[in-house]
């Protein structure tokens, strides 16, 4: 008996070193792989988002200038801008009060997304309006007080014509 286990340890120090030897090399092979390339220049993007969204007053100069750089970290590592960047950055630049280059940035997001073209054009048509025409559009049957003056003021012709009329 002692003469079949001699046997059979050589073979097993054989499969055991095989083992190890594809160990080691699928750990080395495993190093040399690099890590994908992200498709997207994100970097202050989403920062940006939620310091909009959690409106904490910041201020959107600063939030405008991180994100200009971010344009130019991205054409440098020639990496293109995610979805919404240059919504978002349009945005900033018509709360700031400027607004041909928020319409530009919103063009430009039309033109790099094609599928965000109906909200562009929602954001593009509404850019121009008071806030308080704009909540009269957004909700279809609630009168506001904006709504509510304008439609007087459209009664009031009406109604002095009418009293012409009788007099």
């Known amino acids: 008996m002692s003469n079949h286990s001699e046997k059979r340890r050589p073979a097993a120090l054989a499969r055991v070193g095989r083992g190890l030897a594809i160990a080691a090399l699928a ?23 939620y310091a ?4 904490d007053g910041a201020d959107y100069a600063t939030q405008t200038l991180a994100l200009e750089k971010n344009i130019e970290t991205a054409r440098a590592s020639n990496t293109e801008l995610p979805p919404g960047f240059r919504a978002h950055l349009g945005m900033l630049y018509m709360k700031m009060g400027n607004g041909d280059k928020g319409a530009e940035q919103m063009l430009g997001e039309k033109e790099a997304f094609p599928e965000s073209a109906p909200f562009m054009d929602f954001l593009l048509r509404n850019a121009g309006k008071p806030a308080a025409q704009q ?5 279809p049957g609630v009168a506001t007080p904006g709504a ?3 439609n007087v003021d459209q009664a009031a012709p009406a109604q ?4 012409k009329k009788g007099s």
């Open 148 to 150: 509510a003056a304008s």
């Open 52 to 55: 909009y969204l959690k409106d």
């Open 160 to 163: 002095a014509a009418e009293s």
């Open 27 to 49: 750990g080395l092979l495993s190093a040399c792989v690099q890590q994908p390339k992200s498709m997207y220049s994100w970097q202050s993007y989403q920062g940006s988002v």
């Open 135 to 139: 909540a009269a559009v957004g909700t």
